[in-house]
């Protein structure tokens, strides 16, 4: 039986500024990001209808989630509606505007923390477009601007995780442009084990938008990055830090790292990320924090530089 495996790598904000908002109530975003080599994975077969099951350390920690749940097919899985869970609405989607009746059998690897701002639910949703388009023999580049939009449907990140690539994301996540070519290098991701609710942290926000930085040039020297980091942030941050202290103390935890180059938070958090020249150094800083904070989920990794 044919399978299809596809990885989905967790999604880093290096940066994320607020610039506005619309009249829907919806936020308007400038953000580069960028993708580490840690991650979920998504495994897809054959079948007649859509059936999802979710295994994996952190698979017990979706929403709704139960284990072993059987549908009336017989199919096993872990989600007690999982309709709700964003592959199932992903694959959905991609059916109804392909026209097409086939299913498929996903297999959902949960190794990333949940609600964690680093775009687990929409990277294991874009994985799943890529591989039911696998899965059904279908070439991406002849449903061109339709994917993207079903892709933002889905999730406000799923478009740039689809890219999955060093990206500028802009709007409410339908603008995508290549981000600079940056230099090779590695981080620390800390999950201290604290859902946090972004819609909460944006009205905690409570309307302080940021103004334009200046973009780094299209090849980035590291000593560019980090002063554009600096500069740019991420004005969720302070507010996150506010509603869960414990994002506060990852943060610290990073920058107290001798080597630790930039610390800041991803998306809405809780995940932070510390960088690092070499990977050496990221495995020394992670062992040191994981050490101190035996509960929290720390995991060394390499970041794109595409």
């Not at 694959?91 to 299913?103: E, N, W, Y």
């Amino acid at each position: 039986m044919k399978q299809i495996i596809e990885f989905a790598p967790a999604k880093i904000n290096l940066s994320l500024q607020v610039r506005g908002q619309r009249d829907d109530g919806y936020h308007l975003l400038k953000s580069l990001v960028v993708f580490a080599n840690a991650g979920d994975r998504v495994f897809i077969e054959p079948s007649s209808g859509f059936s999802l099951e979710v295994t994996g350390p952190f698979g017990d920690c979706l929403p709704g989630c139960l284990p072993g749940i059987s549908d009336d097919e017989g199919n096993n899985h872990k989600a007690s509606n999982p309709e709700d869970n964003l592959v199932i609405k992903a694959g959905r989607k991609l059916q109804k505007l392909l026209g097409v009746d086939k299913g498929a059998a996903i297999t959902l690897e949960k190794n990333l923390p949940v609600s964690s701002g680093i775009g687990g639910g929409s990277a294991d949703a874009a994985a799943v477009i890529r591989g039911l388009l696998g899965l059904w023999d279908i070439d991406p580049k002849r449903l061109g601007d339709s994917l993207n939009n079903l892709a933002l449907e889905v999730g406000a990140d799923v478009p740039v995780c689809l890219r999955g690539k060093c990206s500028w994301m802009e709007g409410v996540g339908e603008i995508l442009k290549p981000g600079p070519q940056l230099p090779g290098f590695f981080c620390v991701l800390v999950n201290p084990g604290c859902p946090v609710s972004t819609p909460q942290i944006f009205k905690e926000l409570n309307g302080q938008f940021s103004q334009a930085v200046i973009e780094p040039e299209e090849v980035c020297s590291l000593p560019d990055l980090l002063h554009y980091l600096n500069a740019a942030g991420n004005d969720l941050a302070n507010p996150a830090k506010r509603l869960e202290p414990l994002i506060a103390d990852s943060l610290k935890a990073l920058e107290d790292q001798q080597d630790c180059l930039f610390a800041g938070m991803s998306g809405s958090g809780a995940t932070c990320y510390g960088l690092y020249k070499d990977i050496v150094a990221a495995k020394m800083a992670a062992a040191a924090i994981k050490q101190n904070n035996k509960n929290w989920w720390v995991q060394p990794a390499e970041l794109n530089s595409l």
